[in-house]
């Protein structure tokens, strides 16, 4: 089965790849596909949370949101390293929910690993709209991961 993971360069989806790998059996995996999808005109920048300050700020000037979107695959891509099936690293231009879902219909993929809420401000309630997108046309099944839910803190009392 192909596998298809996805990347918006949040902590999330790089959560999402190391839930797959928790419970995937990798015999039954042939391939992944670790894909970042860039949109050509967007305002805002591909965000890059998963590499390091220092890398993102040294490649900023460099090569601008196919850079980060290339360290985002690199490094998703890295949770796949030792774990047995082939790993193909991609990046596309385009609507992020069209894109991965062509990707699974070119692919021929078994599954698709998107991460819910990832950049949104509500992402603990609400599930992501490239995520709905994706879990609603794709041509296979779709495993929505949501951050974990925040803990409470214990210890201090609500006001003193």
Not at 47 to 74: C, K, L, M, N, Y
Request: hydrophobic share 45%; glycine share 8%; with cysteine.
């Amino acid at each position: 089965m192909h596998v298809i993971v996805t990347t918006d360069g949040s902590k999330q989806s790089l959560a999402a790849a190391e839930h797959l790998k928790s419970f995937a059996d990798p015999e039954k995996v042939t391939a992944v596909s670790v894909l970042a999808v860039v949109r050509p005109l967007a305002a805002v920048a591909f965000a890059d949370d998963i590499t390091p300050a220092e890398r993102r700020r040294a490649d900023t000037e460099a090569g601008g949101f196919r850079a980060a979107a290339q360290r985002s695959v690199d490094a998703v891509a890295a949770v796949f390293d030792d774990w047995g099936p082939r790993v193909h690293k991609r990046i596309r231009s385009g609507s992020p929910a069209a894109e991965i879902i062509k990707a699974a219909e070119q692919y021929d993929a078994g599954l698709v690993v998107v991460a819910a809420g990832g950049r949104g401000i509500s992402d603990s309630v609400l599930v992501g709209s490239t995520a709905q997108r994706v879990q609603h046309y794709a041509p296979c099944p779709v495993l929505v991961v949501r951050p974990a839910r925040r803990r409470p803190r214990r210890g201090k009392a609500a006001g003193g």
